[in-house]
């Protein structure tokens, strides 16, 4: 009985270290609040006892209580779709969207993270059942290490190169270098555009980092962190202020126009490298024979 | 915004009758400076976007 306790209590608390090093609140990331974070907590204690306990349930031996991960498994899934909804339901009332694509990524990585969770104690709790405390511990760490480097992931910095670039305006189109972004009817408008707004080129390294930003979600991505990390001179009735992406349709470089409160070249630039690469909008055609062929007859690897 | 939803024009402003017509409103003003007037204070009533046609008409179009 004191082993099963043991185990339990080991597989818990290594399950809750995992969730409370995932749990990285920080400007983009879902919740950045109090009670979001005391729910994700519990959520969290709630994955690592429903993993710990199932390693001495099949050694009891009670084979049929494993089933019960299947019903955690599905709570997590609920989860992840209140999640989607709540982000949903804020969206409406954004001035800078996040885009359902970044939506969905934080609800992936909420419900992912709970799995993770599970992971991390039931092996934890078979490393005390064969190993007692020490082998416990360095389960531990291996894990935690595993979990850091799955949360640290892909940044737009690592597939682009972000430089920065001029506006202009030909008629009533603006211009970032020579990729038109939008048509801004007002002179009014675009006087104040073109004294406080800041534009940056993003050139992506090579065909798989096009194709990421190719995505539209990944592009409101983009514009939503910037937006939060410098402000952005933009309310309900000027929507002509918003920040937008459009790329150059021959490269496929993308030029940026934003607004922002702070109107600091160097902070937009690391803004916009700190973006993470969402997971919908990740894919590898270098990773296909037609993709590779494509890219070197092109001169574009 | 970037996502591809549908776009509405919600009326048109103009100093030529002759080069407008349609479904949506049109208000007509005497000048210019007028029609940019009107433009840009229904843009902000509407919280939309007021797009030049660079022939001294605009559109309001819904975001």
């Known amino acids: 009985m004191d082993d ?3 185990m339990i209590i080991a597989g818990t608390v290594s399950g809750i270290l995992a969730r409370l090093v995932l749990l990285k609140v920080d400007y983009r990331q879902y919740p950045g609040y109090p009670h979001g974070t005391v729910a994700h907590i519990s959520l969290g204690f709630i ?10 349930a099949i050694l009891k031996p009670d084979f049929t209580a494993v089933t019960f991960l299947a019903l955690a498994a599905q709570q997590f899934r609920e989860i992840r779709g209140m999640e989607r909804k709540t982000l949903e339901n804020l969206e409406k009332y954004e001035l800078v969207k996040r885009g359902s694509d970044y939506i969905e990524g934080i609800a992936r990585t909420f419900e992912a993270r709970n799995y993770l969770v599970m992971a991390t104690s039931m092996s934890v709790s ?7 405390l020490p082998a416990a511990a360095v389960m531990t760490v291996l894990f935690l290490a595993f979990s850091l480097t799955l949360k640290a992931g892909e940044t737009i910095g690592d597939i682009c190169e972000v430089l920065p670039a001029g506006i202009s305006f030909q008629g009533s189109q603006l211009k970032v270098d020579e990729i038109v972004i939008m048509n801004v009817g007002l002179r009014e408008m675009r006087d104040k555009i073109l004294k406080e707004a800041l534009a940056v080129r993003i050139r992506p390294k090579g065909a798989n980092a096009r194709s990421v930003i190719n995505d539209v979600g990944q592009r409101m991505a983009i514009a939503h962190t910037a937006a939060t990390i410098l402000g952005i001179k933009k309310d309900i009735d000027t929507p002509e202020l918003t920040p937008l992406l459009r790329k150059n349709l021959d490269t496929g470089e993308l030029g940026m126009c934003i607004l922002p409160v702070i109107k600091d070249m160097e902070a937009l630039m690391l803004a916009v490298k700190r973006t993470p690469v969402l997971e919908s909008a990740r894919s590898k055609p270098l990773s296909t024979e037609a993709g590779r062929i494509a890219a070197l007859k092109n001169d574009r690897t | 915004m970037t996502g591809p939803e549908a776009k509405k024009i919600l009326a048109v402003v103009t100093g030529d009758m002759r080069l407008v017509g349609g479904g949506a409103p049109i208000f007509l003003g005497r000048d210019e400076g007028e029609c940019e007037q009107i433009a840009a204070s229904l843009s902000r009533v509407l919280d939309s976007m007021a797009h030049s046609l660079e022939n001294g008409t605009y559109i309001i179009v819904s975001q």
């Open chain 1, 126 to 132: 078979v490393a005390y059942y064969f190993g007692k």
């Open chain 1, 4 to 6: 099963y306790l043991g």
């Open chain 1, 47 to 56: 994955a690592s006892a429903l993993g710990s306990v199932a390693v001495p």
